[in-house]
């Protein structure tokens, strides 16, 4: 009786980087640490000492700093609970900071993303916040306002929002970015203090 060879089964496709299953509203808080619960940071450039730290609390300065300059920050800062605080000094331009985590989401659900922020604004260098949502292949889907903490100016506080409702279920990245001023130039110590901004983890509704 003949032999019949029968082919090799077909090789299991490999599940997308991207492919994930939803289920409501993503985790976004962060964990009681930096690099808690997911989220991740990164930096471009160099800077002087630490760039960002978690704070249970985080109430900017009320002072400033008067080798520098004559701004002092005042109240209007506030203090914020379970905060990421974003306070590098860049030694150069175009030095920024992302903090991010990958979420899940669902196509056709509107989610809504809110958190609080509040800011060190005494320092001759600006600072700029800006939160965005990113498609797995690294597209911007949504974006909030920026937060701008300007230079020699007094401390400031608010709240933010993001909504996105995506048109594909798949893993998407939230990522909160600072920049910095261009000026003043590099050229002292007190020209590369740049303000702080604080920020609570987004609390997500929707989904």
């Known amino acids: 009786m003949p032999t019949i060879a029968l082919g090799a089964a077909a090789p299991a496709l490999a599940a997308s980087p991207c492919s994930c299953t939803p289920n409501g509203c993503p985790s976004m808080g962060f964990g009681g640490a930096l690099d808690g619960n997911g989220w991740k940071l990164s930096t471009v450039g160099t800077f002087t000492g630490g ?3 978690y704070s249970g609390t985080y109430a900017p300065s009320t002072g400033g700093n008067a080798s520098c300059n004559s701004v002092t920050g005042g109240t209007g800062g506030g203090s914020i609970s379970g905060a990421i605080v974003m ?3 860049p030694t150069a331009a175009g030095a920024s900071i992302t903090y ?6 669902q196509a056709g659900r509107t989610y809504t993303f809110t958190w609080n922020w509040n800011s060190f604004n005494a320092n001759n260098r600006s600072m700029f916040l800006d939160a965005q949502l990113t498609s797995c292949s690294g597209t911007v889907v949504a974006t909030a306002a920026q937060v701008q903490a300007l230079g020699r100016t007094t401390n400031n506080r608010g709240s933010r929002m993001l909504t996105v409702t995506p ?7 939230f990522e909160f970015i600072g920049t910095f001023g261009t000026t003043p130039a590099y050229d002292s110590a007190c020209n590369r203090y740049a303000n702080d901004i604080g920020f609570t983890a987004p609390l997500c509704s929707g989904g």
């Open 51 to 53: 760039t960002t730290r």
């Open 87 to 89: 306070e590098g000094d």
């Open 100 to 105: 991010s985590k990958s979420v899940c989401l």
């Open 167 to 173: 048109t594909a279920t798949s893993l998407y990245t």
